[in-house]
């Protein structure tokens, strides 16, 4: 789900048609010496690691990395892997929806069929940086919500929301790239099945000569991404478009099915980078400064025939020491280097959209067979204009419990977004040598 559609955006070009909206990438012809923009992105996977294989060890270029984290090699100068840290308010509750409600506020999470959580980290920041943007946050998943109630008497919407709005509200995920890219371009109307770019090419034109031939060449650049994404989503929006109809025909929602009758692409690997491509134009054209996205639900049932995994995502945790888990845990940490790298090689100021950012890949557990929290993974990425630095391995597991508190680096980095706050969750104090 995208928040805030129709507020202006500042200091932007932008390209306008016939029910739709397209922003620019930051250009030094309408910039000048203002400084870029800072982003905040989550990507969660639930279910814990293969803790064999999860390791980092040293600094900068000597930073060595176990084989999960190995696609990240290359962004190694640009990444924080973070040891230790920890949600108190998700430890001594019971197992999965539990250990996950709370992973972004630490706030106490209540049983029965109320909702009781809290204002998580990206929706404080939504809420601080939002009013400067078309859309406040981006709100992205690849596995539809869980429904019901687990074993432990929890609502199953702990398992499947990171993003709360409010303590009663999570934010309702996207699933449907097609739906993400309309609302991330206001595509409106009958002209959906239309070009975007064949409806702005007018507006295109004219912008073009007034702007510098390198800001000329950067906006070629970025419409023929944009394009290559059109191509992808209008494929994926014909699928959800006959789901839709064979689900009337069933008369269900299409949402009940199975992918792909539901109209989901059928190989997540598809799916995945769509959907980092979409928070990548939404940060690089600052639509948004804020997105999350739910590669896998805590407690679920994605498969991976691509990885030679016969299991489900969720009973494949129970074994997380073998192989065929290790090579889950490798493909969703390759995503957070996708993005990152994505991110990086857009040009931005003196820098990257990478470092005017910070990605945050976490997961709800460290061990799935075991269903232990008590240390967290966390991989940070980008440099956050300069006020992060990057290319550290932090270990907290030894500085005792008041020490390593994951809202304590939730504080800290809210600072850097100047959302200065005196208390988050269970943490009053920053993480030490952040």
Known sequence: MILNTRKPISRR??????????????????????APPKRFGVLFMGCGVNEDHWSADGDGTAMKLGRTLEPLAPL?????????LFNKAATGQGIHPA?????LSGAAIQRGPILRAGLTVDQALANHMGQDTAQSSMVLACEQPLTGYHETNFSMAYSSHISWQSAESPVPTEVYPSLAFDNLFENRGLLRNASILDRVRQSTESFSRRVSATDKAKIDEYLTSVRDIERRVERMRIDKHSADERAKGANRPAITMDRPANGLPEDLREHTRLMCDLIALGFQSDRTRVASLIISNDLSAQIYPFLNVRDGHHGASHDNLSDGYERITRFHVSQLAYLASKLDAMPEGEGTVLDNSCLMFLNNLWSGRKHDNSKLPLVLAGGLGGTLKTGRTMDFQAAGDDNRKMCSLFLDLMDRYGLKLPRFGDATTRLQAL
Do not use: D, F
């Open 13 to 34: 070009g932008i390209l306008r048609g016939a029910g739709v909206t397209i922003a620019l990438p930051w250009l030094e012809s309408l910039q000048g010496a203002v």
């Open 76 to 84: 190694k100068h640009k990444i924080n892997v973070i040891h230790g």
């Open 99 to 103: 250990q996950t409600g709370c992973l």
